[in-house]
């Protein structure tokens, strides 16, 4: 994994002006359609977004001044704020909120950025770990308003870069354990990756021979899925190869979140 933070902040940065420029587009009137989440319209996904980055906001000072994580408790007056907002409201303000985010994390030096540590949720974080959480919240639900404007949407491929080295953590957060589906043999290609998917447990370990099971397809596809984002409307982008188990087994593995 890439332990370097600036290719993850540029990666964050570029997520935001990408999605910025792409609901700049749409009317006021667009804001209320529906997203990938059939749960949250466009502008709901803005505001997840938007108190996400007030809240990264103060993990960021609480990192740079060595302070404990915020709690929960400070989350709920932040999203009850953001969930009052107009749709039009929460859209800019949520560009402006993420771009505060951003200014504050390209002006760190390197001391500040090398000095960065937090404690959260049973993590001890640098700043490229918190860069990589962002970055998994930005593109993915970037992805979710991007694909409404345009079927074919992806997540961008340097985030898809990034993030596939940490695909084995979100497997055992997401997945739901499944019998009867032998151990799986992954491999991706733009990125190359290999993996091993087992789906007892549901872990995503190295590579290892003997799976008898085998899927092949493009890295973002298969983040896509871990995500629970690969459905029949929205399928891979390139080739998917199989050999016993099929798509439909693997989507019942991760039913997203």
């Known amino acids: 994994m890439v332990s370097d933070p600036v290719p993850w902040l540029r990666s964050v940065r570029r997520s935001h002006e990408r999605l910025a420029a792409q609901v700049g587009e749409l009317p006021v009137s667009a804001y209320s359609d529906p997203s990938y989440d059939d749960e949250w319209s466009i502008a709901q996904v803005l505001s997840h977004l938007g108190s996400q980055a007030e809240i990264f906001s103060l993990f960021v000072e609480a990192g740079l001044e060595g302070t404990e994580a915020p709690s929960q408790s400070a989350f709920g007056p932040i ?7 107009t749709a039009a409201e929460q859209v800019a303000d949520s ?10 994390l390209e002006g760190l030096d390197s001391e500040q950025l090398t000095a960065f540590r937090l ?12 860069l990589r959480m962002r970055l998994s919240e930005h593109a993915v639900h970037s992805w979710d308003v991007a694909v409404t404007i345009d079927p074919s949407a992806e997540v961008t491929a340097d985030a898809v870069e990034l993030l596939i080295d940490g695909l084995p953590d979100l497997a055992a957060r997401a ?25 007892e447990g549901v872990r995503l370990e190295p590579a290892s021979d003997g799976a008898t099971h085998s899927v092949e397809l493009p890295a973002e596809a298969f983040l896509r899925l871990l995500y629970g984002r690969l459905d029949e409307s929205h399928p891979a982008h390139g080739d998917v190869h199989t050999s016993g188990v099929t798509v439909d087994e693997l989507r019942s593995l991760f039913p997203g979140f």
């Open 79 to 85: 999203w009850d704020r953001w969930n009052n907002k």
């Open 95 to 104: 560009i402006a909120a993420n771009e505060a985010l951003l200014a504050r």
């Open 119 to 130: 404690e959260m949720f049973g993590m001890d974080l640098d700043i490229t770990g918190l």
């Open 175 to 199: 997945g739901k354990p499944t019998d009867g589906i032998e151990p799986i043999a992954v491999s991706t290609t733009t990125p190359e990756r290999h993996f091993l998917l087992v789906p």
